[in-house]
């Protein structure tokens, strides 16, 4: 048992994975515990740090209830990674500048996406009649997508923030490809738009919420449904996303190396996701906000930062969290004090050896401002095993 503390100031417990808990982060997770549908008790995983009303990093297992903030503005974010059949030795610093240099020009990143002629329209053809049926009952929904209703043309990009794709090693030397990612603006838009739903109930109702951003959506409420529908939406969306952006960053890889197989299936997981599971004897809702789905036997994947080791991992099936675990180092600061604290060139000697930007663009993504993810992986060694130790040799930045 490696729980560090458990808060038993709410309604519920609190089973914390860590003993290194911010004030506000803490205080996050004592919100959450005194919501009346909450379900046995709240886990935080060893990442755990202040977000949006719901601390990330937070398993929050709900009875008949959703609250859309938890899940977030960005439905499905989650991993992919592919092991290859390239060696270290077959790599070297040219071709990896090219292979940067190509992904840099086949995935767009940031705010950009595909041209119309280069839209990947095939994928993106299944999800077109659901979302059609969607903002029918929601025309409002239009407007909230706004510069973002392209969802066509977003398929297969990455994306900004702490969004990123990599080559990396593994510990015996074979190249594999990882990638983060989410579903985009689309996704972004749906959920802000059905967080506000959520509040707009709670002012109806008169409902006295310790924190504005845990506005909730009850079963059989006007929303309930229509949010379940569009959440499942853009979380099968965020999926499709990454495996189309797989294929362009192999065949980036294709183009400038050596051939190669994928030689094994690859692993593709959210951590930013609500979903129906059954825990302790009963159906509930599981929100997994900075967190991923760790049953026994499910592979995961929990990054470092830019600069440090990754890990595939098997889950152990651990009830007390859920059957879940950490989905990465965690921030230890925000943006904002990153950027006052580092440099570029602290970036640069923090990513020595590392193929990316070192510039001011990407300051606040220094891995000074993470934690330890080595620490994070000790801290939660009855949740998962480690299968592979990944370290980037590649990253490209949203």
Not at 102 to 131: C, K, M, N, W, Y
Not at 225 to 241: G, I
Not at 285 to 291: I, L, M, S
Not at 356 to 367: A, S
């Amino acid at each position: 048992m490696t729980i560090k503390q458990v808060i038993t100031e709410g309604e519920k417990p609190v089973k914390v994975w860590t003993e290194e808990l911010d004030a506000r982060s803490r205080e996050q997770l004592v919100n959450l515990s005194k919501l009346p549908f909450i379900h046995r008790h709240v886990a935080a995983m060893p990442d755990v740090h202040t977000g949006i009303g719901a601390t990330i990093g937070s398993v929050i297992a709900t009875d008949r209830a959703i609250i859309p903030a938890a899940v977030g503005v960005d439905i499905g974010c989650g991993m992919a990674a592919a092991r290859t059949s390239l060696r270290a030795e077959q790599l070297d610093e040219r071709a990896l500048k090219k292979v940067f240099d190509q992904i840099s020009r086949d995935v767009p990143v940031g705010r950009s996406q595909h041209t119309d002629a280069r839209a990947l329209s095939e994928a993106a053809t299944p999800f077109a009649a659901p979302l059609a049926a969607l903002t029918e009952k929601h025309p409002q929904l239009l407007k909230a997508f706004g510069r973002f209703s392209n969802w066509i043309n977003q398929i297969g990009t990455l994306g900004g923030g702490n969004h990123f794709i990599e080559v990396c090693l593994d510990e015996s030397g074979r190249v594999w490809v990882m990638l983060h990612s989410g579903s985009r603006g689309i996704g972004n838009a749906i959920g802000h738009y059905f967080i506000e739903l959520a509040r707009r109930d709670m002012e109806r109702w008169m409902i006295q919420l310790p924190d504005r951003d845990l506005a909730y959506l009850p079963e059989g409420s006007e929303h309930f449904d229509d949010y379940v529908a569009a959440v499942s939406w853009a979380q099968a969306y965020a999926r499709e996303n990454r495996e189309q952006m797989m294929a362009l960053v192999l065949a980036a890889l294709a183009r400038h190396l050596p051939a190669f197989s994928v030689t094994e299936a690859v692993v593709n997981c959210h951590h930013n996701y609500v979903e129906r599971e059954h825990h302790f004897g009963s159906n509930v809702w599981v929100t997994r906000k900075g967190a991923i789905r760790a049953r026994e036997g499910d592979l995961g994947i929990i990054p470092g930062s830019m600069g440090a080791r990754s890990y595939i991992v098997r889950g152990k099936g651990n009830p007390e969290s859920f059957c879940s675990s950490a989905h990465g180092a965690g921030r230890r600061m925000s943006r904002t004090a990153a950027e006052k604290q580092f440099t570029p060139a602290d970036l640069a000697a923090q990513t020595q050896g590392v193929i990316c930007r070192k510039d001011k663009g990407v300051l606040d993504e220094i891995p000074g401002a993470y934690k330890d993810i080595d620490q994070v992986m000790a801290n939660q060694a009855d949740l998962v095993e480690v299968v592979h130790t990944l370290k980037q040799v590649v990253c490209v930045k949203g």
